[in-house]
């Protein structure tokens, strides 16, 4: 990887590296470290990474010190964040809210899985290269995830 | 027989919503729920759960995980350095081409030398009787036409130098003691007073004395240039031709020990001195 292939990098990945650490760890400072030192790793490992793999390479990276922040510091408390509210899903904001909320009940991996489905759109054998699990475990830990976040909403449906 | 049952049909939902299912468990799955319309509500609650990314979260400072080329410049303490070097090649090369030029510094020297041969050597009476030859060196072309006349007033100034010069080694009474510095001066004062008695001649040889004193070795000129000089080459059983060559041969060899002679000599008085700041660098030839 050269140069101008890392900035390019830099100016497709920053952010979506930095939603999906901002969602696994809850916190915009750590957040910024992750993004910080994921950038920081992949400009010394230059020479042996491959630009189209740069991006699992970022995530990968990412996901190991977004679960190990969240680890440190124990489960993230989610808070209502009036900035971002209705931003993704305007037509339906309080679904969005309460999606929030629903994943903060998954644990540190789950809810980094989820992201990476739903973010970033990889599949599961892709997802298995980036947590290093088995392709088997992304997919029971996903389903697993599914399901807690379905009951919540019809949960939360319910008592509405 | 359909795949899809009331018992798999909630994984088949999950892989649908992540996208993980090919078309024909895809069509399965939409012939399943055809069947159980039931269960439409549920498969709406797992499409729910589909994050959508949120867009409004940016990483605001992309600049600072930028990085730049290296830039190829040279920092000052590395031009200081090529600088130093530099005015110190300069300057030893113009310290050389100055010695190699200034032949007068040379000249100054063999006069001194000269003078000291010409005092020292009490035990040659024609050197002795003519002490005008001390002043006589600073011209001598001039000096040896007027040889045996008195020294010309234009040197008047080297005089009591070369007086007191005089005086100091006239008590010198063994010459031999000071053999290095006196074993060429002697030589000197035989060579010019070799001529002495044919006149005419004298205004020939003068110029060569000339050369022979800024290269600081007259002796060996006026000795290859003396016609009453032995042969050294006569013993050799060979032809007067090959005598001749060989004359040839040895007057270069001379004229080139000669210069190197010169050149040296001129280094071993030079010093450059450098001063950087508080260092001090002296180089010494």
């Known amino acids: 990887m050269e140069l101008k292939d890392y900035n390019s990098c830099v100016q497709e990945w920053a952010d979506p590296l930095f939603r999906f650490a901002y969602k696994c760890t809850g916190n915009a400072e750590d957040a910024r470290d992750v993004v910080q030192n994921s950038f920081e790793v992949l400009w010394q490992k230059r020479q042996e990474v491959y630009t189209d793999k740069a991006k699992a390479f970022l995530f990968q990276v990412a996901y190991r010190q977004s679960v190990d922040v969240f680890r440190k510091k124990g489960r993230v408390q989610y808070t209502e964040q009036p900035e971002l509210s209705g931003s993704s899903n305007p037509g339906n904001p309080d679904l969005k809210r309460i999606l929030e909320r629903a994943l903060a009940q998954l644990d540190e991996q789950a809810r980094a899985l989820v992201l990476l489905k739903d973010y970033e759109g990889y599949h599961y054998d892709e997802i298995a290269q980036i947590t290093n699990l088995s392709e088997t475990q992304v997919k029971v830990y996903l389903h697993r995830a599914r399901k807690t976040l379905k009951n919540y909403l019809v949960s939360v449906e319910n008592i509405l | ?285």
């Not at chain 2, 009490?122 to 003519?130: D, Q």
């Not at chain 2, 010169?262 to 002296?282: D, R």
């Open chain 2, 1 to 285: 027989m359909n795949m899809v049952t009331l018992e798999n049909y909630e994984a088949y939902i999950i892989s649908y919503v992540d996208g993980e299912l090919n078309a024909a468990e895809l069509q399965e799955l939409e012939a399943f729920m055809a069947l159980h319309p039931e269960l439409r509500s549920e498969m709406t609650a797992y499409e729910n759960t589909r994050l959508l990314p949120d867009t409004s979260v940016v990483y605001t400072d992309k600049e600072t995980l930028l990085k730049q080329a290296p830039k190829r410049s040279i920092s000052l303490s590395q031009w200081r350095s090529y600088g130093a070097a530099a005015g110190i090649i300069a300057l030893i090369g113009t310290a050389i081409l100055l010695a190699q030029h200034t032949n007068n510094h040379v000249t100054t020297v063999v006069n001194v030398t000269v003078n000291k041969t010409t005092i020292q050597a009490p035990v040659n009476p024609i050197a002795h009787e003519n002490p005008v030859k001390d002043t006589a060196m600073q011209q001598p072309a001039i000096a040896i036409v007027n040889h045996g006349t008195k020294a010309r007033p234009g040197n008047t100034s080297l005089k009591p130098i070369n007086r007191s010069t005089m005086t100091n080694y006239q008590n010198i009474t063994p010459p031999s003691q000071e053999k290095t510095a006196a074993d060429k001066p002697i030589e000197i004062a035989k060579t010019t007073v070799l001529p002495e008695p044919k006149t005419p001649s004298i205004d020939t040889v003068a110029p060569v004395k000339v050369q022979t004193a800024v290269t600081n070795t007259p002796a060996e000129t006026m000795v290859a240039n003396n016609p009453e000089e032995k042969d050294p080459f006569a013993w050799l059983p060979i032809d007067d031709i090959k005598k001749q060559g060989l004359k040839d041969l040895k007057k270069t060899v001379d004229k080139t020990v000669r210069e190197v002679r010169s050149v040296t000599n001129n280094l071993k008085e030079t010093a450059l001195v450098f001063k950087f700041g508080k260092k001090e660098i002296t180089l010494n030839f």
